[in-house]
């Protein structure tokens, strides 16, 4: 008899279940189970993956929820049709967003949300269960007649559970109560794992839910061994029927409801916003003239070539109906910089002169030869992709506009699933245990490879198991246990929290489309991901905070107040020798996307003169081109080392210079994607849609199979082109060979100019960008490595000082003087009071700062540590007993620890300052580290230059002389990447910095092993090792890392 299972649980009933969704589906397959539900608790976070993979898999998908009602019983939800799918996204919103947690639907709530939607009683967790349990029959009957009130008589069943022993006799009564009131009913089985001897994981996620440890009982935890426990786990179709023999058309009515579940969710298909138009307009006509007046403000003359790939590009956006998504696109970008927030459009959207001409992009995408194919052509119906990164100070701003703008009813932020990663897997395993919370962590922190790597895997990513390596075996079995345990559910998700930037604007209320859940922050964010929501069809777009955006715009306008001329970000000329030459001397730490160790070596060998080289430098420093060699092949094409063409020795003339004209800006080197459309579509005679598919096919080509048949589609298009097998198969073994290498030129392009620009900055205004730098933080380094920077570029570093008070880091000149904002434990109230205070009259000494402001004790403590009031009083030791002395001599101290008022200087100086010596240079040093994060007085490691002197270390600035030769160094860490080898071993590349520059260490798996423990601590690191050439760069290949801990 077919069965099918209703009330079916995955790992997105958060913490509730070990079911991950490809194993319930493939399960379910295995079984032969014609359809299956998913009925997650409250939540439908995992519907429209369900969905895809059923429909993959030959199963039909039936979309419910377990819904928690006010009385705290469970009732289940089944969406027959459409319209229960709509009503299922509503009450899920209801539940996340607009009920007190834990969720609860009210009755009232449900009344309006019924159509569609089939209901069965809840099983064991329902109300009807537990008014049957009672013998309260009177009540049940009421409650079941409700039930059919509101869904109708047909759509309500009684779920019937055999999952423990004690629920037999209940089932007896439920079956006599479904005789009696002719309401059928279904048997069903709650599903919270796939095999029984999951249980004890299942009690593992239950313990960290609910906070407790694993034997510790709790109402919301199922014990899973001991009499009377329930099987939670996924029976087959001949299980149950064991199970119900003597219900047999319990079997039937599930199949039967699985039948009436005939949801066809609106997949693939776009879903276009609704924008305001002026009267008598449409979304292309506007467009139209948008685009037409901005090609004439930036191309003068207007040339017939501009025209017509203008023409064309709007012929396909029409053609595709994505009107609407560029004019809202549009629309925020011109709206940030009418409100001055910086605003860059990035992606392949530079290479639409559309978006160009809209002023969505900077770049030109006719100057940089890039191809409108690569963004968007008629064979490629989903929607264009466009990120917006805006000043991260002000992008809550843009959202907050685009909420109101485009109503809040159909605005949300995309959702992202948080996700167990190795340390949070083995710190909540390790609480569950038993283990005390900081006993947790330091064991989580102890076989955490990724402390050493920011950021984890992003959130949704398959952690893997290289995350749960230990360098060190487990000591005890109860570690071993427990990482074994962590291991189990690595990848899980945790909770919901906001994407980085999505933001999604549907048509109609969005909750027609997709549930919403409050966020942490008080805002409604969809309980799909960016890829269901993608899947569904919403027009989505990436507003990102992006710091490298406000670093520029800080530094820009630092530069015009303190020099003379109206510089802009715009203005930024794009041929200028000076940045050229920092470009080439590879000194561009803070500098967008040329800021790593690899990245510096290539532009000091590159030497870039054009933004094209920039480009080119951005696109070989990746990780396929580094893998594949492309990046070594290019340089010596450069450098006229090796032959561009000598991979077409006989081709035909026209047809060799044809190719020779869509690779020679890249000496041979097939670099970007647009080429490879352009050789696959002009040389091999394929359409863009062709172009773009097997661009897209080819790297993910798994068997020679797949390979062979887009071989034949190229060979057969090039054949209509007239090119003999010969020819088009050289072309091919190429594409074949460098596709999977290939970068987005137009990805490239936008990432070049805000490189480009930052490098300028660094050039002409090093002060006043590596501030901007400092204060907005979010590079490749720390602030405190950009302190050094600077300081190696002949800067002066001030602290913050109470008589030139800024709440930003400042440059100017040849100095940067900290901000305010810097200061660890300083209030905002404290802060503004001091800055408002100073406006009116300089602090003339301590005890006038003191009384003027009133900072709690620790605030003036911190204050004067780190040099804030010099020249206030006396030195910084005395300044801390003039504080403490005045402290001695008040009676009354208010409770949240700031100073009485008035204070005088009678009652802050009782006796006078004794002359003290003041704070010796590792004191001051080791202060500012504390309270700034970064060392002002000094570099840390000038601290150890005696006892590192011991060891004669080669300084960074000489060991191009010792390539070969055995040596010692010595540093400051400022960065360790751990990496996997081909054996699968752990390796790492670790960055020092001395008082002369950086070093690059690399660290085979042997020598990581034995230093990983105390690897990237702050104190000098000593490598002991051979100078070799890499990239072109000295580096050490360490033989031996130990640390030095007493500065002397």
């Known amino acids: 008899m077919a069965f099918v299972h209703l009330h079916v649980h995955s790992v997105y009933s958060l913490l509730d279940s070990t079911c991950r969704l490809e194993n319930l589906v493939s399960t379910a397959r295995q079984m032969g189970l014609p359809a299956l539900?998913?009925?997650?608790?409250?939540?439908?976070?995992?519907?429209?993956?369900?969905?895809?993979?059923?429909?993959?898999?030959?199963?039909?998908?039936?979309?419910?929820?377990?819904?928690?009602?006010?009385?705290?019983?469970?009732?289940?939800?089944?969406?027959?049709?459409?319209?229960?799918?709509?009503?299922?996204?509503?009450?899920?919103?209801?539940?996340?967003?607009?009920?007190?947690?834990?969720?609860?639907?009210s009755w009232t709530a449900l009344r309006h949300h019924t159509e569609g939607l089939i209901a069965l009683s809840g099983g064991s967790q329902g109300w009807l269960y537990h008014l049957v349990c009672q013998g309260d029959i009177e009540r049940a009957q009421r409650l079941l007649g409700g039930l059919q009130a509101l869904f109708g008589r047909r759509n309500v069943f009684i779920e019937l559970q055999l999952d423990a022993p004690q629920d037999a006799p209940v089932v007896e009564r439920l079956v006599a109560l479904a005789d009696s009131a002719g309401i059928p009913y279904v048997a069903t089985s709650d599903i919270h794992y796939l095999r029984p001897e999951e249980a004890s994981l299942h009690l593992l996620l239950s313990s960290i839910r609910t906070g407790t440890h694993l034997l510790q009982p709790h109402p919301d935890k199922i014990p899973w061994k001991g009499n009377g426990h329930p099987d939670l786990h996924f029976p087959s179709p001949e299980e149950m029927a064991r199970r119900f023999a003597r219900w047999p058309r319990a079997l039937a009515h599930s199949a039967y409801i699985a039948d009436r579940c005939r949801l066809e969710l609106r997949v693939g298909r776009p879903i276009f916003p609704k924008v305001p138009l002026p009267p008598q307009e449409t979304a292309f006509s506007r467009l139209w003239k948008l685009a037409f007046l901005g090609v004439m403000e930036r191309y003068q003359p207007l040339t017939p070539a501009v025209l017509e790939r203008l023409t064309e590009e709007l012929r396909t956006i029409e053609a595709l109906g994505f009107s609407p998504y560029f004019l809202i696109v549009a629309d925020i970008v011109q709206e940030a910089r009418r409100r001055g927030i910086p605003v860059l459009g990035r992606g392949s959207a530079a290479s639409s002169l559309v978006a160009y001409a809209l002023g969505i992009t900077p770049v030109d995408p006719l100057a940089y030869r890039l191809t409108f194919e690569r963004f968007l052509h008629p064979e490629r119906p989903d929607p264009p992709d466009i990120d917006l990164d805006f000043c991260w100070r002000r992008r809550d701003e843009m959202l907050d506009y685009v909420y109101k703008t485009y109503c809040d009813a159909h605005v949300a932020m995309i959702g992202t699933y948080n996700t167990f990663h190795a340390r949070s897997a083995i710190r909540e395993t390790a609480k569950a245990f038993g283990l005390a919370p900081s006993e947790a962590e330091e064991l989580a922190a102890r076989y955490w490879i990724g402390r050493f790597q920011s950021p984890e895997p992003e959130d949704g990513a398959d952690p893997g198991p290289a995350w749960f390596d230990p360098l060190d075996p487990p000591e005890d079995e109860v570690t071993a246990t427990v990482l074994r345990a962590a291991?189990?559910?690595?990848?899980?998700?945790?909770?919901?929290?906001?994407?980085?930037?999505?933001?999604?604007?549907?048509?109609?209320?969005?909750?027609?489309?997709?549930?919403?859940?409050?966020?942490?922050?008080?805002?409604?964010?969809?309980?799909?991901?960016?890829?269901?929501?993608?899947?569904?069809?919403?027009?989505?777009?990436?507003?990102?905070?992006?710091?490298?955006?406000?670093?520029?715009?800080?530094?820009?306008?630092?530069?015009?107040?303190?020099?003379?001329?109206?510089?802009?970000?715009?203005?930024?000329?794009?041929d200028d020798a000076a940045t050229f030459e920092l470009l080439s001397r590879g000194e561009t730490m803070g500098c967008f996307q040329l800021e790593s160790p690899g990245v510096r070596a290539l532009l000091r060998r590159y030497r870039p003169r054009c933004l094209d080289d920039v480009m080119a430098v951005i696109s070989l420093f990746r990780p396929a081109p580094l893998r594949g060699g492309l990046k070594e092949s290019f340089l010596r094409r450069r450098a006229g080392e090796e032959p561009e063409t000598d991979w077409l020795p006989e081709m035909d003339p026209a047809l060799r210079e044809q190719v020779e004209k869509i690779l020679g800006e890249t000496y041979g080197v097939i670099l970007y994607q647009e080429?490879?459309?352009?050789?696959?579509?002009?040389?091999?005679?394929?359409?863009?849609?062709?172009?773009?598919?097997?661009?897209?096919?080819?790297?993910?080509?798994?068997?020679?199979?797949?390979?062979?048949a887009l071989r034949q589609r190229f060979l057969q298009g090039a054949a209509r082109r007239g090119l003999s097998v010969s020819q088009a198969g050289q072309i091919w073994e190429r594409l074949a060979g460098f596709t999977g290498y290939a970068f987005c030129k137009a990805h490239a392009a936008s990432y070049a100019i805000v490189a480009y620009r930052a490098a300028y900055l660094k050039a002409h205004y090093p002060a006043e960008y590596l501030a901007a730098v400092i204060e907005n933080e979010g590079g490749y380094y720390t602030p405190a490595a950009y302190a050094e920077e600077a300081r190696r570029l002949g800067l002066r570093l001030l602290p913050p000082h109470v008589n030139v008070p800024s709440i930003a880091t400042v440059g100017q000149g040849d100095t940067i003087r900290i901000g305010l904002g810097r200061i660890r434990g300083l209030s905002e109230a404290t802060r503004n009071r001091l800055i408002e205070e100073a406006r009116l009259a300089p602090f003339a000494s301590l005890s006038d700062f003191l009384r003027r402001v009133r900072p709690g004790e620790e605030e003036a403590k911190a204050l004067i540590r780190i040099g804030a009031c010099d020249g206030l009083g006396g030195n910084r030791a005395e300044m801390i007993w003039e504080l403490y002395a005045g402290l001695q001599g008040i009676e009354e101290q208010r409770s949240d620890g700031q100073f009485p008022l008035p204070l005088d200087e009678e009652h802050i100086l009782p006796f006078p300052i004794p002359n003290l010596p003041d704070y010796r240079l590792e004191e001051r040093v080791a202060f500012e580290r504390e309270i700034l994060g970064l060392a002002l007085s000094a570099h840390p490691l000038s601290l150890y230059q005696e006892v590192l002197a011991r060891y004669r270390p080669i300084g960074s600035q000489l060991l191009a002389d010792y390539v070969g030769e055995k040596v010692i160094v010595a540093g400051w860490p400022i960065g360790a990447r751990p990496q996997r080898t081909q054996k699968d071993e752990w390796m790492a590349f670790l960055s020092l910095e001395d008082l002369n520059g950086t070093i690059e260490v690399i660290l085979f798996p042997e020598v990581f092993r034995r230093c990983a423990r105390f690897l990237g601590q702050e104190c000098p690191h000593l490598v002991q090792g051979q100078v070799q050439e890499h990239q072109g760069e000295p580096v050490i290949l360490a033989e031996a890392v130990w640390t030095e801990g007493t500065p002397t």
């Open 37 to 105: 539900a998913l009925t997650d608790q409250n939540a439908l976070y995992g519907a429209v993956f369900f969905y895809d993979l059923c429909r993959e898999a030959g199963i039909r998908p039936i979309l419910g929820m377990e819904a928690s009602m006010e009385d705290g019983h469970s009732l289940l939800l089944l969406a027959e049709n459409e319209e229960g799918y709509r009503n299922l996204c509503r009450l899920s919103t209801i539940l996340q967003s607009f009920s007190e947690p834990p969720p609860r639907l």
């Open 675 to 708: 080429q490879v459309l352009r050789l696959l579509s002009e040389v091999g005679g394929l359409s863009p849609g062709e172009a773009e598919a097997i661009r897209r096919a080819l790297p993910e080509a798994q068997t020679e199979t797949e390979r062979e």
């Open 487 to 574: 291991r189990s559910i690595a990848g899980l998700p945790r909770h919901l929290s906001i994407h980085c930037g999505g933001l999604v604007i549907a048509p109609d209320p969005i909750t027609d489309l997709v549930p919403l859940q409050r966020s942490a922050k008080g805002l409604l964010i969809t309980q799909y991901d960016m890829r269901a929501i993608e899947r569904l069809g919403l027009v989505k777009m990436d507003l990102l905070g992006v710091r490298a955006l406000t670093a520029i715009a800080d530094a820009v306008a630092a530069a015009r107040q303190c020099h003379t001329g109206d510089l802009t970000v715009e203005s930024i000329p794009l």
